[in-house]
């Protein structure tokens, strides 16, 4: 792997680290490629994926502003297109991937975290969308996957006031799902995606893709593809599995 990211297994959870501590994880070109790297790593082998950032103050502080500040719009549009790509492939990992929002998570940072299934937040993080105190606007998904998922008035608050908020007031406003004590981060995230890989792969990739569509598709197409997804699991290990043992009255064992 890179420099700036770290893959580790352990089993069948995979830990993407953002390994950039003296610039609190900052994002920049070689770091994004090398997540997407990391991401097709671990795809296939990974049945669920924790992302964190290295050290002790940040998740993704955000973006690498000094190399932003020297783009023109079509090295920008360059850079925002990467951005996209890497946020979409977290989001379309076939595996829940959980974000472990150790400390700071600002502009691509916060945007990363809304790109998984999961926000857990040590009590530490503080979260914004700040972007617009550089006279830009979120640029790698903010704007959309926000409003989707704390709607559209906080959203409209968190993207144009820049307000960075701390793990309480995110919990509240919906943008995280949990909040930990800070040392016991780790551990408890880490249950969590043991939990998570024990369910069935092919069962849980379709859930993940069935949810994801019904941010892209309106209810009646949303419905049609839930119920080619349902059929489609017929005759799978995981439904043969999961069926038999409930009839047997005895745990299932996943492949």
Request: glycine fraction near 10%; hydrophobic fraction near 45%; charged fraction near 30%.
């Amino acid at each position: 792997m890179s420099e700036t990211v770290d893959l580790t297994f352990d089993g069948d959870v995979a830990t993407l680290t953002i390994d950039r501590p003296e610039r609190l994880n900052a994002l920049n070109g070689e770091t994004l490629d090398a997540v997407s790297d990391a991401l097709d790593e671990a795809r296939g082998d990974a049945r669920a994926l924790v992302v964190t950032g290295a050290g002790d103050k940040a998740f993704v502080a955000g973006a690498d502003i000094s190399r932003m500040s020297e783009m023109g719009v079509a090295e920008a549009e360059a850079y925002c297109r990467t951005g996209h790509a890497v946020m979409n492939a977290v989001e379309e990992f076939p595996a829940p991937v959980i974000a472990a929002v150790n400390g700071y998570a600002f502009g691509g940072g916060c945007e990363l975290a809304l790109a998984c299934d999961f926000r857990v937040a040590s009590e530490r993080a503080v979260i914004g969308q700040t972007e617009i105190d550089l006279g830009i606007v979120p640029g790698w998904g903010g704007t959309q996957r926000l409003v989707r998922l704390v709607g559209d008035a906080t959203a409209r608050r968190l993207v144009m006031f820049g307000d960075r908020i701390d793990a309480s007031d995110a919990y509240e406003q919906g943008l995280v799902g949990e909040v930990v004590a800070h040392d016991d981060l780790d551990d408890h995230v880490a249950e969590m995606a043991a939990e998570l890989a024990e369910k069935p792969r092919f069962a849980m990739a379709a859930a993940k893709e069935a949810i994801n569509q019904a941010h892209e598709m309106g209810q009646r197409e949303g419905l049609d593809f839930e119920r080619r997804t349902w059929s489609s699991l017929f005759g799978t290990p995981d439904q043969e599995e999961g069926m038999n043992a409930f009839l047997d009255d005895r745990e299932p064992d996943f492949e």
